[in-house]
């Protein structure tokens, strides 16, 4: 399998199976548009196809031409077998590695586009007390099998409002490393308005990754992301997240994480005004929402924004060539060191490796699963696990997801996120097709930057 096409002047073609990508001439390009796999497999002169061209191309250019793409063949490099269809039927439920710890079902912003109710989850407002976070650690080391690494993330709402639980807790559980052969990874996010110094300190000693989340422009962030009684946010922040990654330091993680919705197609503004406030580390993704509502991207909008990609992408590659130190989340991609052949087909472990627990000590399979009493796996109290759900979550992979077996993105996306997919599509094996869309194009760009400064 592959795909081929056109981005800022380069012919970009990507050889699924083997993740080998090409810049090829425009000859090449065409070439592939009129020769089969079984052409190049068998090494039949594709006569029609050579024909087809003569008129624009000389016979030697086209010979030359064919010869190349047979020696990608040859090399594995293009038309690749499939090697990942083998893990699939193999594919296990796995030992418990990660959990989303909702510190907090309570926020003190009231964002508009919030999949979590505006911080509540739809369940009332309630902060996690230490006993309940303290069987959730448990629970993790107990599931956790013969993992050494954990990873716990500190979740809401917003987790400052309860950060006496969130600092009794992080000592707890590296008080607990040594005793079962353990090391815990902590991340926090934030909407910032309760950073202060302490905090901060806090924050950038014991969290591996924080997230510091804020939209953009001050126009576009604080048209969504107010306070309950309606104020914007962006003037507190901003020194605020200055501050905290000016401490941070550059051997520590941390990414400012925006949303961007139907007001703001133009986002390489606020891509671009983020870096400017001094964050190179930026993730600005599409909201997620029922079509229709005023803030929501639609079909129509499609490809407006995937001319907005585009740009964005020419942006940065001008930027990177540049030698400014930016990383833009979307477009990051590891050629040479990816993930394993299993996240590749079954993405972020949800409801497997990775589980989410709420303030009355609930496990559901992710954080965008709270609330769905369907969903429920079990609790922290009683120490049970939905096993047979676990199996089924484990046998999300791409393989099993009919609409995923011939996207050439596959491997990339993974089957996209389960929550989205069964939220707008009705089931986790069906994708959302809007999300499909976005990232195919999203990872187009990040294709193209990796190939043209690899020239």
């Not at 012919?11 to 052409?39: K, Q, R, T």
């Not at 924080?210 to 992301?225: A, F, H, Q, T, Y």
């Amino acid at each position: 399998m592959i795909h081929k096409y056109k981005l800022n002047g380069y012919n970009i073609l990507l050889d699924v199976y083997s993740g080998a990508v090409h810049i090829i001439d425009e000859l090449c390009f065409e070439l592939l548009e009129l020769i089969s796999e079984e052409d190049i497999t068998a090494d039949s002169r594709p006569s029609a196809a050579f024909s087809a061209l003569a008129g624009r191309y000389a016979p030697a250019d086209i010979e030359e031409a064919y010869a190349e793409l047979r020696s990608l063949f040859l090399a594995g490099q293009l038309f690749s077998k499939d090697d990942y269809g083998v893990f699939a039927d193999k594919i296990r439920p796995a030992p418990v590695k990660a959990m989303c710890l909702h510190i907090a079902h309570d926020c003190n912003l009231r964002c508009e586009y919030c999949f979590a109710a505006k911080g509540d989850f739809g369940r009332g407002r309630k902060l996690m007390d230490f006993e309940t976070g303290k069987k959730a650690i448990d629970f993790l080391i107990e599931q956790s099998s013969g993992r050494h690494n954990l990873e716990v993330d500190f979740f809401g709402g917003e987790p400052l409002m309860n950060m006496d639980t969130v600092k009794r807790l992080v000592a707890y559980a590296r008080s607990l490393e040594k005793l079962h052969n353990k090391k815990f990874r902590f991340t926090l996010t934030t909407n910032g308005l309760l950073l202060d110094s302490d905090n901060m300190d806090f924050i950038n000693a014991e969290m591996s990754n924080v997230v510091l989340s804020i939209d953009g422009r001050k126009e576009i962030n604080d048209r969504l992301r107010v306070t309950p009684g309606g104020k914007g946010s962006y003037d507190v922040i901003v020194p605020k997240y200055q501050e905290l990654v000016k401490r941070r330091g550059r051997d520590k993680h941390y990414y400012v994480r925006g949303t961007f919705t139907g007001y703001n197609p133009d986002f390489t503004k606020d891509v671009l005004r983020l870096y400017e406030l001094g964050f190179d580390q930026i993730s600005v993704e599409p909201v997620v929402s029922e079509q229709g509502l005023p803030y929501a991207i639609n079909p129509e909008d499609l490809p407006r924004i995937f001319t907005e990609y585009e740009t964005l992408a020419k942006t940065i590659l001008e930027m990177k060539r540049r030698g400014d130190k930016i990383n833009f989340f979307h477009f990051m991609l590891e050629p040479d060191s990816g993930p394993c052949a299993i996240k590749r087909l079954r993405g972020c472990g949800c409801g497997n490796e990775y589980v989410a627990v709420t303030p009355e000590g609930d496990i559901y399979p992710c954080h965008q699963f709270v609330g769905n009493e369907d969903y429920k796996m079990g609790s922290v109290y009683s120490g049970e696990l939905d096993t047979g759900m676990k199996e089924r979550f484990s046998k999300t992979s791409i393989y099993h997801k009919p609409d995923c077996r011939d996207c050439w993105a596959k491997f990339y996306c993974s089957g996209g996120c389960n929550a989205n997919n069964l939220q707008y599509a009705g089931d986790i094996n069906t994708p959302h097709e809007m999300s499909c869309r976005l990232g195919e194009k999203r990872l187009e760009c990040a294709l193209m930057i990796m190939a043209a400064l690899a020239e």
